[in-house]
């Protein structure tokens, strides 16, 4: 498992975390998803082979953006 970053635009408060949260733990092999509004970071741990493609697709349908830092 490796650590990834990813910036996150358009989250303001809780609700916005838990959305991201909801959306990106559907992602297979993703874990220990943290997020917060307040940087605008999600940070996840996930098999070094994982492709990013899942994860922004999944912050998108939580209606939000994302690009991995």
Known sequence: MSQR???VTGMTCGHCELSVREEVEQVAGVA???VSATAGTLTISAP???DDAGV???VEE???SAARV
């Open 5 to 7: 970053e990813y910036q």
């Open 62 to 64: 939580a209606g939000y």
């Open 56 to 58: 922004l697709a999944a």
């Open 32 to 34: 220990d998803i943290r």
């Open 48 to 50: 070094a082979d994982l």
